[in-house]
């Protein structure tokens, strides 16, 4: 259960990482992530990059072709 509602709350960052221009510690707390390194972690597990990566626009493009 506790990897389920990590990657949700991951999923959820992922998505306001695209969507605002919120400060990434501000997204991982809002995802319900009280530790920053923790929210690197599992979001790297998530996706496989870091959130800055996630969100540079050019690493966008190459995940939707």
Known sequence: ????????????AGLQLLNSDDK??????????VNLSHFYHQF??????????Y???SFTALCLF
């Open 44 to 53: 790297k597990k998530c996706y496989g990059v870091s959130p800055a990566a």
């Open 1 to 12: 259960p506790t990897e389920l509602i990590n990657r949700l709350r991951a999923e959820y």
């Open 55 to 57: 969100r540079n626009p």
């Open 24 to 33: 990434i510690y501000t997204i991982s707390f809002d995802a319900g992530f």
